[in-house]
């Protein structure tokens, strides 16, 4: 289009031309310069959107890089959340669920149950998160006990407001929360690990409380003792006199075993050995349990080797193990049965053993029973706290010897202990 100044009306130049043919060249050479000017304007122009098509084009590449490499943060942030070893939630400002990975998912117990909110959660996980979000809308921290297919397990519960900071800050403005995170962690074993320690701190504590009141026991238990045989003494004439302190030595003998079991399985014992008299150590202990054996109505006799028998022992300890056994046969023995104890020689590869049997006619042992005798709380019949067998084990080994037991049902059980003999 030519300028404003240029422009002559048609007619007007028509009819000048009849008049001036000069007047009609120059108004076709201004055209032909306008003309000109236009066909350069419009290169121009193609040359400014080329450049504009070029830099839109890296724009939209750049912004195609950016989008991929979110992309590629995003899925790498799942895959992390997907693989963590504790429950992550995430939820947005309607409570509805952003993400929610697999172990979340199996902690709240949720299967293949299609949970779109919060609210959807608390029904299917039958978990009240609406009241912890009620106590506090910023930070939760529970543990909770809640029931499963294998029992009983803890969910520890923690969750975290997120919050936005716009990038330019008006002062008025304030935070606002975009969405909540949640963890849930499975502390089942550590709380049982917690009970554990605390069950073994109060069994340390009662055994301490045991030994103390064994020792505080012992003492009294000897006087007695001591004042019954005199009592014995004195009133050997009086036959129903003579009952009563057997009755009286026979309940001593079994608190002082008692007390002397407790010392044995919690504090210890003292196993200094030097060479004794096995026959006449099994001689002691017989005689030293048969008012026991008197008062439950058992037939106890001894039969002694042929051959002496020397070994390296404590007599207090080994009286102890005799003691023990024979108790043990007493109660599983009715009322007119015989409980036999015998010792004798063995030879095994070529060495001499010292053998003691201890056999009741008794109820027996079951064969799924056998292999826990020994074991420390053990009590086939749960009459009695189940120290005796174990503590003969305990004072067996410290004498380089061993205790078996062979059983039949019905038939009796025979204990037999063996030691080195010199």
């Known amino acids: 289009m030519l300028p404003s100044s240029h422009a002559v009306p048609i007619k007007t130049v028509a009819q000048d031309s009849l008049h001036s043919p000069k007047l009609l060249a120059d108004a076709f050479s201004e055209f032909i310069s306008a003309s000109s000017l ?238 004794i008299d096995l026959t006449a150590c099994m001689q002691n202990g017989v005689d030293f349990v048969r008012p026991i054996a008197e008062q439950a109505g058992i037939k106890l006799s001894f039969a002694v080797a042929e051959e002496p028998l020397k070994i390296q022992g404590n007599e207090n300890l080994l009286r102890q193990i005799i003691l023990n056994l024979i108790c043990n046969a007493i109660r599983h023995t009715p009322t007119g049965g015989k409980v036999d104890v015998s010792t004798r020689a063995v030879v095994r590869e070529g060495t001499i053993r010292a053998v003691v049997d201890v056999a009741d006619a008794g109820c027996g042992i079951p064969e799924h029973l056998l292999d826990h005798v020994f074991d420390t709380g053990f009590s086939a019949s749960g009459d009695t706290p189940g120290l005796g067998l174990a503590v003969c084990r305990r004072l067996m080994t410290s004498h380089g010897g061993e205790i078996r037991v062979t059983s039949h049902v019905n038939c009796g059980s025979t204990f037999e202990l063996e030691f080195p003999a010199l």
């Open 38 to 275: 236009l066909e350069d304007s419009y290169r121009d122009l193609q040359g400014e959107v080329a450049h504009l098509g070029l830099e839109l084009a890296e724009r939209n590449a750049a912004l195609t890089r950016s989008l991929a490499e979110n992309d590629h943060m995003r899925a790498g942030l799942q895959q992390i959340i997907n693989s963590m070893p504790c429950g992550v939630l995430v939820l947005d400002t309607d409570e509805q669920i952003v993400t929610i990975n697999p172990e979340g998912r199996a902690l709240l117990q949720l299967g293949s149950e299609e949970v779109a909110d919060l609210r959807d959660i608390c029904s299917v996980s039958r978990i009240n998160f609406e009241s912890m979000v009620q106590e506090s809308d910023h930070e939760i921290s529970h543990e909770l006990c809640i029931g499963c297919s294998s029992g009983k397990r803890w969910l520890a519960i923690s969750k975290r407001r997120l919050t936005f900071v716009p990038a330019s800050r008006t002062p008025g403005s304030q935070r606002r929360s975009l969405h909540s995170i949640w963890i849930f962690r499975d502390v089942t074993a550590t709380k049982q690990a917690e009970q554990e320690r605390e069950a073994a701190r109060s069994a340390m504590a009662l055994a301490e409380i045991s030994a103390i009141l064994a020792h505080e026991i012992r003492n009294p238990l000897a006087s007695m003792e001591l004042f019954a045989g005199l009592i014995a003494e004195d009133s050997e004439d009086s036959g129903q006199a003579a009952q009563w302190v057997s009755h009286l030595r026979a309940g001593i003998r079994l608190l002082s075993a008692t007390v002397n079991n407790v010392l044995s399985i919690h504090g210890g014992s003292n196993s200094h050995l030097v060479p």
